[in-house]
């Protein structure tokens, strides 16, 4: 079992940076890839950012690549999404994820969630 609880979200201008952290507890964070995905009013959820367990290995979907950067931490339990160049598309809230299948397996098989956070870009 693995809970994940994320912070950080919140009101931030076009251009503006912030940093996600996603807390997890559970024995087997360590041993899980871990992931964003974030959801827009009236749209699907979509994959964001995954990490392996090692953190050697990110995946990163093309609409934030270069702006985004996914790390973890796996003393503190904690996995960050730092991101900059914030763009009004970005507002969503987004969602911590994780996986026992591996980083690249994130997009299609989630085993848990996090409650979500709000980041809202304004422009």
């Known amino acids: 079992q693995v809970q994940l609880v994320e912070s950080g979200g919140g009101l931030v201008q076009a251009g503006g940076s912030l940093r996600l952290s996603c807390a997890a507890s559970?024995?087997?964070?360590?041993?899980?890839?871990m992931g964003w995905f974030r959801q827009a009013p009236g749209k699907e959820r979509e994959f964001v950012a995954a990490i392996s367990w090692s953190g050697g290995t990110t995946y990163y979907a093309d609409s934030v690549k270069g702006r985004f950067s996914i790390s973890r931490d796996n003393a503190k339990n904690t996995v960050y999404l730092q991101m900059s160049s914030l763009k009004p598309e970005d507002t969503a809230v987004y969602y911590c994820?994780?996986?026992?299948?591996?980083?690249?397996?994130?997009?299609?098989?989630?085993?848990?969630w996090g409650q979500g956070t709000q980041v809202t870009v304004s422009s």
């Open positions: 559970g024995r087997t964070f360590s041993s899980a890839a």
């Open positions: 994820a994780a996986t026992s299948r591996g980083a690249a397996g994130l997009k299609s098989r989630v085993d848990y």
